[in-house]
């Protein structure tokens, strides 16, 4: 496959769009396929949660940012660093990425919340996180534009951040937001990205100390 589209990425975008959109407007749908670690705990049969969760939104400017980071990473990961670093298994680096993603950010969750019925999550973060966190990885120092910081900052100083703030509200648990999820989902991201290319994690300092 050598196209300058982003299949795969436009691909995801689509799927997760229409499956969001449908469960708007159908709580059954929405209530079926969310996370639910409780759920999971009780009921194996229903192992496909810590999948299909990553298709639903809880509203449409949670659908909208997700889908707008992954548009940004995801067609420069895809179509640029993958294909430059991996060639023809660019694509399928791609996906597992995205979907070991979707699984990493998912079990820390499911071990702190699986005997609590309360707790629910839905949404694409964890794979978004691991598809932003392989792009700092390759480009450590490739500006980032951020929302409301009127200058660009190095990829690698964002990232820093981003784990930092991650980690800590995840421990405070103070709001609705899957912390935790973000944090293993740009973990995983990262050293995923390692490990099929180990020479990245030194080409990551050299490039930040150069």
């Given at each position: 496959?050598?196209?300058?589209?982003?299949?795969?990425?436009?691909?995801?975008?689509?799927?997760?769009?229409?499956?969001?959109?449908?469960?708007?407007?159908?709580?059954?749908?929405?209530?079926?396929?969310?996370?639910?670690?409780?759920?999971?705990?009780?009921?194996?049969?229903?192992?496909?949660?810590?999948?299909?969760?990553?298709?639903?939104?809880?509203?449409?400017?949670?659908?909208?940012?997700?889908?707008?980071?992954?548009?940004?990473?995801?067609?420069?990961?895809e179509n640029y660093f993958f294909r430059q670093l991996f060639a023809n298994k660019?694509?399928?680096?791609?996906?597992?990425?995205?979907?070991?993603?979707?699984?990493?950010?998912?079990?820390?969750?499911?071990?702190?919340?699986?005997?609590?019925?309360?707790?629910?999550?839905?949404?694409?973060?964890?794979?978004?996180?691991?598809?932003?966190?392989?792009?700092?990885?390759?480009?450590?120092?490739?500006?980032?534009?951020?929302?409301?910081?009127?200058?660009?900052?190095?990829?690698?100083?964002?990232?820093?951040?981003?784990?930092?703030?991650?980690?800590?509200?995840?421990?405070?648990?103070?709001?609705?937001?899957?912390?935790?999820?973000?944090?293993?989902?740009?973990?995983?991201?990262?050293?995923?990205?390692?490990?099929?290319?180990?020479?990245?994690?030194?080409l990551f300092f050299q490039q930040i100390f150069n």
């Amino acid at each position: 496959m050598n196209s300058d589209i982003a299949i795969l990425t436009f691909a995801i975008i689509a799927v997760t769009s229409i499956f969001s959109i449908i469960a708007f407007s159908n709580p059954s749908i929405f209530h079926n396929y969310l996370f639910n670690a409780y759920a999971l705990n009780h009921d194996k049969k229903q192992w496909y949660r810590f999948f299909t969760h990553a298709f639903l939104h809880a509203d449409y400017m949670h659908l909208f940012f997700n889908m707008f980071v992954l548009y940004s990473f995801g067609s420069i990961l895809e179509n640029y660093f993958f294909r430059q670093l991996f060639a023809n298994k660019s694509e399928f680096y791609f996906l597992l990425l995205y979907i070991g993603g979707i699984m990493a950010s998912s079990f820390p969750s499911f071990e702190k919340h699986k005997n609590n019925p309360n707790y629910n999550s839905v949404g694409a973060s964890g794979a978004v996180s691991a598809v932003v966190f392989s792009c700092i990885l390759i480009g450590p120092k490739m500006p980032l534009n951020i929302l409301f910081i009127p200058f660009d900052i190095p990829a690698y100083i964002f990232g820093a951040l981003y784990l930092a703030y991650e980690w800590y509200m995840g421990k405070r648990q103070s709001d609705n937001i899957g912390h935790d999820a973000h944090f293993w989902g740009a973990v995983f991201g990262f050293g995923f990205t390692v490990i099929l290319k180990p020479a990245l994690f030194l080409l990551f300092f050299q490039q930040i100390f150069n």
